[in-house]
């Protein structure tokens, strides 16, 4: 069974730093995209940024320039680096991992990100 373990949230203040990491484990093949969402409470889940397998990256408008994606393909592990973090960024981030011949998809737990002002 395929799992996502998140880590790497926390309060920050405005201004501020994160790393996110997201750790994938079991039988993983034909890996096609990782990627990162966040969800704040009365909110749809919205996308921050994406992964391919090739390495093309994909990012929300709201965070170019400040958020940076990236990957250790031997360590199934994608990260997100989130520079210059707002309070309305406040929201729990989850993970997700899509492989397989026909995409499955895969979801962390999330992990909860708090930015005071």
């Known amino acids: 069974q395929v799992q996502l373990v998140e880590s790497g949230g926390g309060l920050v203040q405005a201004g501020g730093s994160l790393r996110l990491s997201c750790a994938a484990s079991g039988s993983i093949f034909r890996m096609q995209l990782m990627g990162w969402y966040r969800q704040a409470p009365g909110n749809q889940r919205e996308l921050v940024a994406t992964?391919?397998?090739?390495?093309?990256?994909n990012y929300a408008d709201s965070v170019k320039g400040r958020f940076a994606i990236s990957r250790d393909n031997g360590k199934n592990t994608v990260y997100l680096q989130m520079n210059g973090l707002k309070p309305e960024e406040t929201a729990m981030y989850y993970c997700?991992?899509?492989?397989?011949?026909?995409?499955?998809?895969?979801w962390g737990q999330g992990t909860l990100v708090t930015v005071s002002s």
């Open positions: 992964i391919t397998s090739g390495g093309n990256t």
């Open positions: 997700k991992l899509i492989y397989g011949w026909t995409a499955r998809e895969v």
